[in-house]
């Protein structure tokens, strides 16, 4: 079974500054989409980011970017030039590849705080 | 852009009361599903369905049922609400060809 490992529950970072948020996971699958989601406080939850597996490019969204290491199993998501807008929950996940389409397996979450 | 809309932000309900859940999008997507959000614990799946009338069992489906009679509509039924049921509900609809799943905005359920 795939898990996902968030291990900083909570994270702070001033305004403008870049902060790293750190996710693992464990699969045995060599083909599967991890993604980066972000809940805003009392606001839909909204894709940040998404990687395939297969490509070895670190996917990049404007300020947001990852750092996919798919031997380490690990996959962190760099915000650059925080804005107040970007506190938020930051949920990783897996999902599988599958012509069917798949159910996400999500980490247990990071509450980031952006500080003026 | 994709629209998922769920009945009710907040619900309070008593012990054993019977809860409806509705979850409806207007994107012609197959594949929806039902998360539960406990702080700690990320988001887990219930139940999901890849097509009308069908459903299929996630992780964490006891005390829970589901219902898709239509492809646009997804509910979530609790038979008998229990305490620990509290939880922030999540419905979201996958766009199958990249995967990305669209949310709605949660259901608060407190069970008294």
């Known amino acids: 079974a795939q898990t996902v490992t968030q291990s900083q529950p909570e994270m702070s970072v001033q305004e403008a500054e870049t902060v790293t948020l750190s996710c693992t996971y464990d699969?045995?699958?060599?083909?599967?989409?991890l993604f980066w989601y972000k809940q805003p406080p009392s606001r839909q939850m909204i894709l940040v980011i998404r990687?395939?597996?297969?490509?070895?490019q670190n996917a990049t969204e404007n300020r947001f970017s990852v750092n996919f290491q798919k031997a380490a199993k690990s996959f962190s998501l760099k915000i650059s030039d925080s804005q107040l807008g970007d506190t938020a929950m930051y949920f990783c996940?897996?999902?599988?590849?599958?012509?069917?389409?798949?159910?996400?397996?999500f980490g247990q979450g990071t509450e980031l705080s952006v500080k003026p | 852009d994709v629209k998922v809309t769920q009945s009710s932000r907040y619900l309070v309900k008593r012990t054993g009361e019977k809860v409806f859940l509705e979850c409806v999008q207007d994107?012609?997507?197959?594949?929806m599903f039902w998360y539960r959000q406990d702080p700690g614990l990320g988001l887990r799946l219930i139940y999901f369905?890849?097509?009308?009338?069908?459903?299929e069992k996630g992780d964490i489906p006891e005390g829970y049922s589901v219902s898709r009679e239509k492809k646009e509509r997804f509910s979530l039924i609790l038979e008998s609400a229990s305490t620990n049921q509290t939880s922030m509900y999540l419905c979201?609809?996958?766009?199958?060809?990249?995967?990305?799943?669209?949310f709605g905005e949660g259901s608060r359920l407190t069970v008294l």
């Open positions: 996940a897996f999902m599988k590849q599958n012509n069917q389409g798949g159910k996400l397996i």
């Open positions: 699969t045995s699958e060599s083909n599967y989409y």
């Open positions: 990687q395939e597996a297969y490509k070895q």
């Open positions: 994107m012609d997507h197959e594949n």
């Open positions: 369905s890849y097509d009308v009338k069908m459903k």
């Open positions: 979201a609809t996958e766009y199958r060809a990249t995967g990305e799943l669209f």
